[in-house]
Nanobody, 124 residues
Framework: QVQLVESGGRLVQAGGSLRLSCAASGSTLSNYSMGWFRQAPGKEREFVAGISWRGGNTVCADSVKGRFTMSRDNAKNTVYLQMNSLNAEDTAVYYC?????????????????WGQGTQVTVSS
């Protein structure tokens, strides 16, 4: 079992930056590929970014490519999402997820463990 706890979400102005963190316990994160998803009110949960178990491969959704970067520090059992040039469309609850698949998955059914989420609100 993996327990995931996200942090770093808050209210930020458009054009600003945030770094989200996801700390894991209960298991070693290096055994999992990791992903960030988000869910805005009234919308389905969508893939944002993912990283392979060793960190050699990252994937970002087209909507955030060039603005968001995902990274991991397996020694700290933590993954990060650096978000730059935020806009109102980025407002959502952001979820961290862990997958037993070694490759990056872009759909929710590829992930086995989920955090509770952290709210990001971008004011325009």
């Amino acid at each position: 079992q993996v327990q995931l706890v996200e942090s770093g979400g808050r209210l930020v102005q458009a054009g600003g930056s945030l770094r989200l963190s996801c700390a894991a316990s209960g298991s070693t994160l290096s055994n999992y590929s990791m992903g960030w998803f988000r869910q805005a009110p009234g919308k389905e949960r969508e893939f944002v970014a993912g990283i392979s178990w060793r960190g050699g491969n990252t994937v970002c959704a087209d909507s955030v490519k060039g603005r968001f970067t995902m990274s991991r520090d397996n020694a700290k059992n933590t993954v990060y999402l650096q978000m730059n040039s935020l806009n109102a469309e980025d407002t959502a609850v952001y979820y961290c997820a862990a997958s037993r698949w070694r490759l990056v998955g872009t759909t929710t059914d590829r992930y086995d463990y989920w955090g509770q989420g952290t709210q990001v609100t971008v004011s325009s």
